[in-house]
């Protein structure tokens, strides 16, 4: 077997871990059990779910997102950038030729989230608050993304960059479900289950623009 069809081997059997292991992280969350509602009913749990996902999202709808404007868009150009480079990897596990044109959007999405998340990195290491309430784990989740982010771009270029990328990518794999970026799932299912509560007790949508 060569390298090149090794390390391949390696990313899916760590997407494989991944996966699984988010999958057991989730389903933990149900071994709470549920507690029973005594209270009546005074909304839709669906209204509640379409809001968390629809008009909640919105930077004003936020207090912490709407005092801090460069780093909400900051952090959803980091993401796009993210959802790029992921393209790279698997483009070539699949094979997949992209056409330049779309070769073109990827590197300018990875490119701005490159510094997107280099500026939010650097906004953590020097601002003291910012600072005070970081662990390793912040670092370590903003490195392995960025590493992933610059040797994407890279091997967009040059091929011989695609074996780093793999390596990068393997890790990043690893360490998901172990560390702060497993909030890629937590994100959708902490939304779901704050909509669907909210909205129940009618407090989502707020009273004052439902229909």
């Known amino acids: 077997m060569s390298l090149i069809l090794l390390m391949r081997l390696l990313v899916v059997l760590s997407a494989i871990y991944c ?43 936020k207090e912490s997102a709407s005092k801090h404007l460069p780093t909400f868009f900051g952090g959803i150009a980091y993401h796009l950038g993210i959802f790029a480079a992921l393209l790279i990897p698997a483009a070539g596990l699949l094979q997949i030729h992209l056409p330049d044109i779309a070769d073109s959007v990827i590197r300018i999405l990875i490119v701005i989230g490159l510094v ?8 953590r290491l020097t601002l003291p608050y910012m600072r005070f309430i970081s662990c390793i784990d912040d670092y370590v989740a ?22 780093v990328m793999m390596i990068v990518t393997i890790v990043l794999l690893l360490y998901i479900p172990m560390g702060k970026i497993r909030h890629c799932v937590f994100f959708f299912y902490s939304r779901i289950l704050f909509g669907k509560f909210f909205g129940r007790r009618g407090t989502l949508p707020h009273p004052s623009i439902q229909d």
């Open 142 to 163: 903003n490195v392995l993304v960025e590493l992933l982010l610059l040797s994407a771009l890279l091997a967009t270029f040059h091929l011989a960059w695609c074996r």
């Open 19 to 61: 996966l699984i292991a988010l999958t057991v992280l989730v389903a933990r969350t149900f071994s709470f059990g549920k507690w029973p509602r005594y209270a009546k009913a005074q909304g839709s749990s669906a209204k509640g779910i379409v809001y968390a996902f629809g008009q909640g999202m919105l930077p004003w709808e």
């Open 116 to 123: 997107s998340g280099i500026g939010l990195l650097i906004k």
